[in-house]
């Protein structure tokens, strides 16, 4: 086999992979929202008639919700709507459907017709079931634009050998080990899937948005990173203090996002459709700790406070715990605000003056330990509950005043843990050498891994976002092996929606169970 052999083979296989497409322009973008959306980039009318003239706006019925996001048009509910990419309408042989209806292959104005007279290009009239669509020039344009580009818009980052994911991690500064010991977990799980094949024949790349965790919260790292090649999810990652930023980010992108390590997974009434969280964060740890309170701990009417530094997912939690409280039968229960990294002793003396009985504290560890300091000094053991994702740290290193007094919930427990689950992480984890301390970090990268294997390999071989997130909508008690069962559904983003509640002994510095999982139910 000779150099000039050689050479054409090699170059016969570099033709033979699917280049990655080039990013949408604006009007195509402009395009893909209104085929996905039914609504106008520039704030214009779409309007949509139905039948014998039932009009509604075109939101109400986007061309994604018969035609699909790849525009194959698979039967639904008794229709069958045909195949719209620009291949398939562009057929130079032109067309001949189940019912009879024949016509010559279309081109733009052909098109544009048929949304919105509902003629085909041999001038039949076609499907009852089609909406005559209302809008103007330029979104019509938008609208062709982006059927043209369809077929290649689907699953970005995605070839017939390959699927690209992408993760934003600290890699410099002051957080750059756990960040690196993340990025080690997730290689290597890339690294054993790829070993046994892929995914439906797929292997897995991981692009790395690296950031230094002095200088920059990451989203301008991974913005840059989406710019520049295309990515078709997001996994793992972390951006402290940009977890909102982040989310929002996914949404705008229709970037499905697997197990981002944060502490607020804002859980709610509409919760991100794009954003997959593993573990309940401080807002659904203080709904188990009010549930604890109210069955263990007799609410009367002595003072409850809820103590909490100004931020802005801080302050939701409180307020949603203040409301719980109340339902659960508190009488009298405050919310009290102090500046992050200002957290002032002296109030420690006015809530014992006031009888305050039950103290919820949602500060770091440094001001954990200025309360429990403070209230030693002037003989004062409320009842403390605290969030684990917070202060598990000074709980654990409390004066011995407090010993029965501090309650703490937890998302998750060594008691989870399965041993194969336990011998993979340790494979995956082992090139790292990374320490004790950021094995959380860890377990959140692996259990992010595991939930986007099992996504992956539900969904099949005919991949999209959208395919994605429906089979990981339908997760149920899924076990990873570190972590409680994780469930997700279509209003349902928090995967083990629940904690268990902790005392602290302080004599062995160690924590004692003393409930079981308390799960919570959807908002």
């Known amino acids: 086999m000779g150099p000039r052999f050689l050479a054409l083979l090699l170059g016969t296989l570099s033709c033979g992979a699917a280049a990655a497409p080039a990013p949408l322009t604006p009007r195509e973008l402009a395009g893909r929202k209104i085929y996905f959306e039914g609504a106008s980039s520039s704030g214009g009318d779409i309007s949509a008639t139905l039948g014998a003239g039932v009009r509604l706006p075109g939101s109400a019925v986007p061309c994604a919700n018969c035609h699909g996001e790849d525009g194959a048009g698979r039967p639904e509910g008794g229709l069958l709507p045909p195949e719209i990419t620009w291949a398939e309408l562009t057929k130079p042989y032109g067309h001949v459907h189940p019912s009879g209806r024949k016509h010559p292959a279309f081109d733009d104005k052909s098109v544009a017709r048929a949304i919105s007279e509902g003629f085909d290009r041999g001038g039949n009239r076609l499907d009852a079931a089609m909406p005559r669509y209302s809008m103007s020039w330029e979104d019509m344009t938008g609208l062709l634009a982006y059927l043209k580009r369809l077929e290649d818009d689907g699953a970005p980052g995605m070839t017939d050998s390959a699927l690209r994911l992408g993760v934003v991690l600290p890699l410099r500064g002051r957080l750059a080990e756990p960040g690196r010991a993340m990025r080690g977990v997730l290689e290597s799980w890339l690294d054993e899937v790829n070993a046994s094949g892929g995914i439906h024949g797929r292997k897995l790349e991981l692009a790395v948005a690296g950031y230094d965790s002095d200088q920059e919260t990451g989203l301008a790292s991974l913005q840059h990173l989406l710019a520049q090649e295309p990515i078709f999810a997001l996994l793992s990652g972390w951006v402290p203090g940009a977890e909102k930023e982040l989310a929002e980010l996914a949404e705008r992108e229709k970037l499905p996002l697997i197990g981002p390590l944060t502490l607020f997974s804002r859980e709610g009434d509409a919760p991100n459709r794009h954003v997959f969280h593993l573990l309940a964060g401080p807002q659904e740890q203080a709904r188990v700790l009010v549930e604890y309170a109210a069955k263990e701990l007799h609410l009367d009417d002595s003072p409850v406070v809820i103590l909490h530094p100004h931020d802005e997912g801080l302050s939701e939690t409180a307020r949603a715990a203040r409301a719980r409280f109340q339902e659960r039968g508190a009488k009298r229960v405050e919310v009290l605000r102090y500046e992050r990294g200002r957290f002032n002793p002296a109030v420690v003396a006015d809530l014992k003056r006031k009888g305050t009985r039950l103290v919820m504290f949602l500060g770091n560890d440094t001001e954990l330990a200025a309360l429990t300091a403070r209230a030693r000094a002037l003989g004062w053991a409320p009842y403390l509950l605290l969030s684990g994702s917070l202060s598990a740290r000074a709980a654990v290193e409390a004066p011995a005043l407090f ?121």
């Open 403 to 523: 010993q029965g007094r501090i309650f703490v919930a937890y998302p998750t427990l060594p008691s989870d843990e399965q041993a194969r689950a336990r011998e993979a992480f340790s494979r995956w984890s082992a090139r790292t050498h990374a320490t004790q301390a950021h094995r959380m970090a860890q377990v959140s990268a692996f259990t992010a891994a595991r939930v986007m294997t099992e996504g992956l390999r539900r969904t099949g071989r005919q991949l999209s976002r959208k395919k994605l997130i429906d089979q990981l909508e339908g997760l149920y008690a899924f076990e990873t092996g570190l972590v409680p069962p994780l469930s997700y559904g279509p209003n349902r983003r928090v995967g083990a929606l629940g904690s268990y509640v902790v005392t602290v002994d302080l004599t062995a510095r160690s924590f004692r169970p003393v409930t079981g999982w308390m799960a919570l139910t959807e908002p």
